[in-house]
């Protein structure tokens, strides 16, 4: 493994670490991120959470994702996913797909 192999695993497990943060902080009222991994040369995030009232742990996967910069400002934007349920899948598609959000600026910084 080539050093920069190690440099982009050592980000993507960083990055993982603050996905998994921010998504405990923003939704912990529906439960509790238990593992996320980033692959941030396939441009791909996968979270698995155990939310309140369900026996299971729920995995949803953003298959892919853009950055883009405008105005100096870094954003997300937000393409295919799949999830663990299908209604999940059918949800997130109709939320979230081609939706920009502008990145916190503790991911920024990692990217």
Not at 22 to 34: K, V
Not at 47 to 57: D, F, I, K, V
Request: aromatic content about 10%; some cysteine; charged content about 30%.
């Amino acid at each position: 493994m080539g050093l920069a192999n190690i440099a982009r695993t050592i980000k993507d497990h960083t990055l993982a670490l603050s996905f998994k943060t921010l998504f405990n902080e923003r939704f912990g009222d529906f439960g509790r991120a238990t593992e996320c991994q980033v692959d941030t040369r396939i441009s791909r995030i996968s979270l698995t959470a155990l939310m309140h009232g369900e026996r299971e742990p729920v995995t949803a996967v953003l298959e892919h994702y853009e950055l883009e910069t405008i105005g100096g400002e870094r954003y997300i934007v937000l393409h295919r996913f799949s999830s663990s349920k299908q209604w999940i899948d059918r949800l997130l598609a109709r939320l979230f797909t081609d939706k920009r959000y502008k990145l916190p600026t503790a991911i920024d910084r990692l990217l």
